[in-house]
């Protein structure tokens, strides 16, 4: 199989590390601005930069290393102190990081590369990156001196060698003068750099003047090949040791090299750099990575395996890749693993739970104590894979919200205001599905405070606040649930604006009593969004109603809350997974329900007042809704009905049901899109019996329950007045 | 150029053939010198230069800054010139390029 493993496979993995090379590079970039010290983050960008140009010129992308090389050198600039890492160029930096990534984008699309010099969106940036260079660097036209071996040589243009010579001691005697080598080679091409290496030459006292000491390091340009170069040695190379590192090579080729000369590292370190071979902060990186040695990756062993990338060109890149890894082995161990892979791992679980769940019931009937026994430990056990399996696909939230920062700085230079992030409960976690299902809802609701929800500076500085403006985002957990919270410290709603314009457009009858959350929901609703100006989000296309039906496909929910002057607060709540949940199983007739376990509070004795939707819950209203009625389940109720206290959202009601079944571990299968309109059903799940049940929507009853709430509270009104 | 810093003149051949004879002169000249000073070499008058030339002023070079010396090239002749331009050592002797 290992043969078998084509050039796509290594491309594939090179994408994946480009695109993580740009997050690190584009989280860098938005903290430097708030750090006392930027020097690691400066450092952390140009390392991204500086690796992603490497193993793009590996693969023979001169689009990304054309591009790369210039905003490498301008980043250069940056740490050598002669620019200023300030907002125009972290804007101009965020930009670059962005076309990077189409390029590489186009790169995986299998899309030929536009020339960056050429393309104009590419032009135009290189021309911004330019101004930085202060002419001082010919930067397009040097990264071709710095495209890897395998291109240079296959066009046949000058390329750059890096020649080590160390002369033996009676190279003289044996009368031959190092000095006309290097002259003949001269011959073949220019000599760029070159250093005679004065260590091994000793005092005067020590010295054997007619022996010879002398060592050289070459910076050699020619178009001749390797073979060329080594004949120029021809009469000396049995008294002479020679090392040749190929054009394109990169850091690795040079610690090995180090590593073979007699030279202390340090010092050849610095004849390399004065060669011009490495840069400073190749030499840099050489040093550290030469403190700690692995033996070789497999990206290298591939790419040789298949001889379609020359040995030393491998090698080379194998540091790049030891970098890469480094710097992510210090953030967290960790495999990389198909997402199919694990979906297919989490269905297996499922439908091992379903097994189980029938096996239990089996157990049941046949009334074998000790079977059950088994059963129960396994059962057990299989609910220990189910949390393991999941915990496998849950991530932490901290990833999608440090997206934000971008947004935020991108959308506050937009928008002329001055507003900072603040990210709290990073370490969330929640599914990996729920995460990327939630960031376009999430993106509307960021742009939205920071659009409408934040004030503009003069309005902040009238109302006594800090000239910058805060959106918060904050995660964490809640019985069952993610919580993400949205805040700004703007203006808050405009209660009496919302209720005027929700009365308008018919969406509240007039003189009807409500809640302030009430009203806030009010903007969620569809037909509300596209005309009041509290909600235009102009040319995004998608109003508060999507976002609410986005979290709503996800079996989530969301409030709003807001105090005038204050500020604003959207809370997100969603289901940690939706594959698998602890559920509570409840009879209507001949048909069983489940209710996500995390939201059942109690189950009471079902009472009620005779011909109300509500009962007395410890001298509280419970609404409640009858489910039988709900879902006009045929027969008639039970003698005895219980009710399902139900908790979402900090608020109570109940459910009337005819039998309690108890807690089952319920897997999720989602309603084919045939039942997709039908309300209060979020999905359905497959009985140890085999019967399908159908798991409650419990956001969306709540719903109902208060509207009726609303409406049993006005009848009690009623009744009350006219006795 | 002070007339007052010792100097040492290489005329001629500064090649193998005159190494074995140039290095204990050379180390004379060097020990004559006081410490702190400089001992210039002058290379103007040099006809010929080889890599056991260089070998020697390298030697000299060491000698010199391990005894807290220094070794000041002064002048050099066209054939001096075409070596220390080929192999780039004027940085090391301390020339301007």
């Given amino acids: 199989m290992a043969n078998h493993i084509d050039l796509d496979q290594v491309l594939h993995t090179f994408i994946l590390e480009a695109r993580e090379l740009l997050e690190d590079m584009e989280a860098a970039l938005l903290r430097v601005a708030d750090e006392a010290d930027p020097r690691e983050s400066i450092n952390a960008i140009f390392r991204a930069a500086h690796t992603i140009k490497g193993s793009s010129g590996l693969f023979g992308l001169d689009a990304v290393v054309t591009f790369t090389h210039v905003v490498e050198s301008v980043l250069d600039r940056v740490r050598d102190g002669a620019v200023a890492l300030d907002e125009p160029l972290v804007a101009l930096m965020l930009a670059s990081g962005d076309y990077i990534g189409r390029l590489v984008d186009a790169v995986e699309r299998g899309e030929p590369q536009a020339d960056p010099t050429t393309e104009p969106e590419g032009a135009a940036l290189l021309e911004r990156l330019q101004e930085f260079l202060g002419g001082r660097e010919p930067s397009i036209a040097s990264a071709a001196a710095d495209i890897p071996a395998a291109d240079a040589l296959a066009t046949g243009g000058a390329a750059r060698w890096h020649l080590s010579l160390r002369f033996g001691p009676d190279v003289l005697r044996n009368g031959m003068d190092p000095l006309s080598f290097i002259r003949y080679l001269a011959t073949l091409g220019e000599i760029e750099h070159i250093v005679t290496l004065p260590d091994a030459v000793p005092v005067l006292d020590a010295l054997d003047p007619e022996g010879c000491c002398l060592g050289f390091e070459i910076a050699f340009v020619t178009t001749a090949d390797k073979a060329a170069i080594e004949n120029v040695f021809e009469f000396v190379i049995d008294d002479c040791a020679l090392r040749i590192v190929p054009p394109g090579s990169r850091i690795a080729q040079y610690i090995e090299l180090i590593r073979s000369l007699p030279e202390q590292p340090s010092r050849l370190g610095e004849i390399l750099v004065r060669c011009g071979s490495v840069t400073a902060h190749e030499l840099e990186t050489a040093l550290r990575l030469q403190a700690g040695s692995e033996p070789a990756q497999k990206i290298g062993a591939i790419l040789a395996g298949q001889g379609k990338v020359a040995p030393q060109v491998v090698e080379a890149a194998l540091a790049k890749q030891k970098q890469v890894k480094e710097m992510r082995s210090t953030e967290s161990q960790s495999v990389r693993v198909d997402a199919d892979k694990l979906d297919r791992l989490i269905n297996l679980v499922g439908e091992l739970i379903i097994a189980t769940a029938g096996a239990n019931l089996v157990a049941r009937r046949t009334r074998n104590l000790e079977l059950m026994e088994r059963n129960s430990t396994l059962s057990e056990l299989v609910e220990e894979v189910r949390d393991s399996a999941l915990q496998l696909r849950m991530v932490k939230i901290g990833g999608t919200f440090s997206r934000f920062k971008r947004v935020v700085h991108d959308v506050a230079r937009e928008l002329g205001k001055d507003i900072e992030l603040a990210v709290s409960g990073e370490d969330t976690e929640l599914d990996k599905t729920v995460v990327e299902k939630i960031g376009d809802p999430l993106m509307h609701l960021v742009r939205n405070a920071m659009d409408h929800g934040i004030d503009s500076p003069e309005i902040r500085a009238a109302r006594g606040k800090a000239a910058t403006g805060t959106v918060s985002l904050n995660a964490f957990h809640d019985s069952g649930s993610i919580v993400i919270q949205v805040s700004d410290d703007g203006g808050g709603l405009d209660r009496e604006k919302i209720l005027a314009k929700g009365i308008e457009r018919g969406l509240v009858e007039p003189g009807r009593a409500m809640s302030d959350a009430e009203v806030y929901a009010l903007i969620f609703e569809p037909g509300f969004s596209t005309a009041a100006q509290i909600t235009n989000l102009s040319g995004r296309g998608v109003g508060m109603d999507v976002v609410k039906r986005n979290i709503a496909a996800l079996r989530g929910s969301v409030a709003i809350a807001s105090e005038p002057g204050q500020g604003t607060t959207v809370t997100v709540r969603l289901p940690l997974t939706l594959a698998i949940i602890n559920g509570f199983q409840v009879g209507v007739g001949k048909s069983v329900f489940v209710v996500p376990m995390d939201m059942v509070d109690e189950c009471v004795e079902f009472t009620a007042e005779p011909g109300h939707d509500y009962t007395d819950l410890r001298g509280q209203v419970l609404p409640f809704i009858r489910l039988r009625e709900l879902f006009d389940v045929p027969g008639t109720p039970a003698a005895r009905q219980n009710i399902v206290v139900v908790k979402h959202a900090g608020q109570k009601f109940g459910l009337v049901v005819d039998a309690l079944l108890g807690e089952a571990q319920t897997v999720i299968k989602p309603l084919s899109r045939m039942f997709a309109q039908v309300r209060g059903i979020s999905g359905s799940s497959i009985l140890g019996s085999g019967d399908v049940a159908l798991i409650l929507d419990v956001p969306l009853l709540k719903q109902e329950a208060q509207e009726d709430r609303g409406h049993a509270a006005r009848q009690a009104e009623s009744l009350e007045a006219g006795q | ?97």
Avoid at chain 2, 15 to 23: F, M, S, V
């Fill in chain 2, 1 to 97: 150029m002070s007339t007052s810093s010792p100097a040492f003149r290489i005329d001629g051949e500064f090649t193998i053939y005159r190494a074995a004879e140039l290095a204990p002169a050379m180390k004379a000249a060097l020990d004559e010198v006081a410490a702190g000073s400089a001992l210039e070499i002058d290379l103007s008058e040099v006809t010929e230069m080889d890599s056991a030339g260089v070998q020697l002023l390298m030697s000299a070079k060491r000698s010199a800054d391990e005894s807290g010396r220094a070794l000041r090239m002064a002048g050099l002749s066209p054939a001096a010139d075409e070596v220390f331009r080929t192999l780039q050592l004027a940085w090391h002797f301390g020339l301007s390029q």
